[in-house]
């Protein structure tokens, strides 16, 4: 099947500033797209999610942004904390529901002093 | 409300042994998936159940297996373990088929020596 992927294995940026995450995805089928932040040790969590009809879609701290013409998707995260520190993967999902999860590489975020 | 739960944790097996991993999902779900998660191929999707029966399946060779039991609790099975198979299996749970967002669990950590 067609794979979503990440432009960025690692980012790094300062504590405090704006992080921005980046995701592609090539099945023009997708219809619904969400954001996961992975923790060591722990299980993927639910970030943001976005449905094919929209285009942003915004959450505490985080805005997501999908642009279908070049099958480009973002996170934003605003004022970055130590806490953010994760790796976070996008994932896309077509077929109306009953498909798995198709999940990027993921994004390694590091939060800078 | 208690969240996904995976038991065991971490598992070691040599290869060759067989094993089955359980999951409880969050009070409510009847949807529970499977991933597995490895450094190299990342998060792939296995299979989901709801209501007792296999909804869609990733492309995994037949010795994945699960099941669903009538108060939701899922399990899969892996036969005749290859050193491959080492990775950790995540399980999510969702409400249905339509609601997409999916809730992990902390996944099991299986070593095959």
């Known amino acids: 099947g067609e794979s979503v992927g990440l432009h960025l294995p690692t980012l790094s940026v300062q504590e405090g500033d704006n992080s921005i995450i980046n995701c592609a995805y090539s099945?023009?089928?997708?219809?619904?797209f969400i954001w996961y932040k992975q923790e060591s040790g722990k299980g993927p969590q639910f970030i943001i999610d976005?449905?094919?009809?929209?285009d942003k879609r915004q959450g505490q701290r985080v805005t997501v942004l999908l642009n279908k013409t070049v099958k480009h998707l973002s996170l934003q995260i605003a004022a970055t904390q130590p806490g953010d520190s994760a790796v976070y993967f996008c994932?896309?999902?077509?077929?109306?529901?009953?498909?798995?999860?198709?999940f990027g590489k993921g994004t390694h975020l590091i939060i800078q002093p | 409300k208690a969240g996904v739960t995976q038991t065991p944790r971490y598992l070691i097996k040599t290869r060759g042994q067989q094993v089955t991993l359980s999951c409880s999902p969050i009070?409510?779900?009847?949807?529970v998936s499977w991933y597995q998660q490895t450094p190299g191929q990342g998060l792939q999707f296995l299979f989901e159940y709801f209501s007792e029966t296999q909804r869609n399946k990733g492309n995994f060779p037949g010795r994945f297996s699960g099941r669903q039991f009538s108060n939701s609790r899922s399990e899969m099975n892996v036969s005749t373990l290859e050193l491959g198979d080492s990775a950790l299996y995540l399980c999510a749970s969702r409400t249905g088929l339509v609601n997409n967002e999916q809730f992990f669990g902390p996944g099991t950590r299986l070593t095959v020596l």
């Open positions: 009070s409510g779900h009847r949807s």
């Open positions: 976005i449905r094919s009809n929209m």
């Open positions: 099945n023009s089928a997708s219809d619904y």
């Open positions: 994932a896309e999902k077509s077929g109306g529901g009953a498909d798995g999860l198709t």
